[in-house]
């Protein structure tokens, strides 16, 4: 009996010497994050906000494939914060802190270990996923994802009508950054109407609810787009070039993300868990909404091919309920059968995220990136007068951070060089190419950057299948710098 006793005194301590060890790795790999800086995609999104602070209209000024509510979230920063490093940190673990409030009000019905797990988890996901990841688009849909989930289980449960409001605007807000989230609010919709003990007509005054809060947020967004001129020119980038042929752009023939190693233990919890609970019989309409989250976040993941692993957030967010969600009542009905393995599934994945964390925080490539744009710029400086423009040709190896740093624009609506090399027997790919030399035509810019690297393939040897753009560079330019990521061209003497 002792002995019995015993162990059930470990096992009850055991889970609260799991939630320190998330609060370690956040603590630990957080501190570690404070020194990144912006980087990879974010400074992209940062100059799109600076030119249309600045006048410009996006996509018809600015060639971009990305929603609008992104260019409204970086702007907002900008104009807050500014566009220094430790501004962007100060950002992105803000709204890391606010996701994970939202994560543990959803998980909190399961009690405060669930709660408080759920919350530390999705810190310790974030925080040791990379600079890379720091403020990316899946990232910021988090907060919104879980709202509207939120929204629709209190309605479930207590007919809150606000929150399922809220919870509207929420996923309307998330559609304006990707709109991938309505197949979510179409989950959401099919669970309203599925939703136990709740008349059939609340159900279907709930859906119209949902829809109409759900419409508000993207049908201002069009409207603030028609009002400057956006509209049109963002349709025509959706339907002419992200849908046949973006959406297809950079598929791996096999994915394959160090956080692979995350992922089967955070799923071998999630099913305990949730067959724990189906035995016990307390599914609640909570644990079904989640799960629904699950299953968008792997659709998510999935529907996008790209295989990049800050598509996998939303899924995080959602497992991220479930992990601790079963522990205690595991505990104390089941402690061996089910509190056990539910422990030691959790205490693998704690050490892989204090692991991954630790080495992906101080990874040697943000700073080989940064000294890039920092040396780029300093080049840069020395050359460009007031009023020169810089054609840069790059994806996310920090031409556009160096013009961003230096408040230089460039002379084409192009503001990466992708669009060019694939495809490229496409009338679409040959008038995007075609409009690119008439802009170098009338306005030729001073210099032309063209880094080594291009996203998804290729150095600088793919300028050989533009040879339009070869014949341009040859004939009235000279490289005036040769460094090992990048060249700069200048435009010769007109003498």
Request: hydrophobic share 55%; aromatic share 12%.
């Amino acid at each position: 009996m002792g002995a019995e006793r015993g162990r059930r005194q470990t096992l009850q301590i055991l889970p609260w010497v799991i939630i320190l060890g998330l609060a370690g790795v956040v603590v630990y790999v957080g501190v570690l994050s404070l020194p990144w800086p912006l980087i990879h995609d974010a400074p992209i999104m940062h100059y799109i906000a600076w030119r249309i602070d600045e006048g410009a209209v996006p996509y018809r000024d600015l060639f971009d494939m990305n929603f609008p509510g992104v260019y409204l979230v970086h702007l907002a920063v900008l104009r807050l914060l500014g566009t220094s490093d430790a501004a962007w940190r100060l950002f992105d673990l803000a709204w890391m802190g606010l996701t994970s409030l939202a994560v543990a009000e959803l998980a909190f019905p399961w009690g405060g270990l669930a709660a408080t797990g759920a919350a530390l988890f999705f810190a310790a996901y974030h925080v040791g996923g990379g600079a890379w990841q720091a403020g990316q688009r899946d990232f910021l849909l988090c907060p919104f994802l879980v709202l509207a989930a939120l929204g629709v289980a209190r309605w479930g449960e207590r007919r809150n009508w606000v929150m399922l409001g809220i919870g509207g605007l929420a996923i309307g807000a998330a559609a304006t950054i990707k709109p991938h989230v309505m197949i979510f609010g179409l989950m959401l919709v099919l669970l309203l109407l599925l939703a136990p003990e709740q008349p059939r007509g609340a159900r279907w005054t709930a859906v119209v609810l949902l829809a109409v809060s759900a419409a508000a947020v993207p049908l201002g967004m069009i409207g603030w787009l028609a009002a400057i001129g956006a509209l049109e020119p963002w349709r025509m980038i959706v339907v002419d070039y992200l849908v046949p042929f973006y959406a297809r752009v950079g598929r791996p023939a096999a994915w394959t993300v160090y956080r692979w190693s995350l992922w089967p233990a955070i799923a071998v919890v999630v099913v305990v868990s949730i067959a724990n609970a189906a035995a016990w019989r307390r599914l609640t309409f909570r644990h079904v909404v989640v799960l629904g989250g699950v299953a968008y976040g792997l659709l998510h993941y999935v529907g996008q091919g790209k295989g990049w692993e800050y598509h996998l957030y939303p899924l995080a967010a959602f497992a991220g309920v479930l992990l601790l969600s079963e522990v205690a009542p595991a505990l104390r009905t089941r402690p061996l059968l089910v509190g056990a393995p539910l422990l030691a599934g959790l205490g693998v994945l704690v050490a892989l995220l204090a692991d991954t964390g630790a080495h992906t925080a101080t990874a040697d490539w943000i700073w080989d990136k940064e000294r890039t744009v920092r040396l780029l710029t300093a080049d840069l400086q020395q050359r460009v007068r007031p009023g020169d423009t810089v054609q840069v040709l790059d994806t996310t190896d920090g031409g556009v951070h160096a013009l961003l740093r230096l408040g230089v624009v460039e002379p084409t609506r192009f503001i990466y060089d992708f669009h060019f090399f694939h495809d490229t027997e496409r009338p679409a790919i040959r008038a995007l190419r075609a409009e690119f030399m008439s802009a170098l035509d009338l306005r030729p810019p001073r210099y032309i950057v063209v880094m080594r690297r291009s996203w998804p393939t290729g150095g600088y040897e793919r300028l050989e299948s533009f040879p339009e753009l070869t014949a341009r560079l040859a004939g009235r330019y000279t490289v005036d710098v040769d460094r090992p990521y990048y060249r700069i061209y200048a435009q010769r003497d007109p003498s």
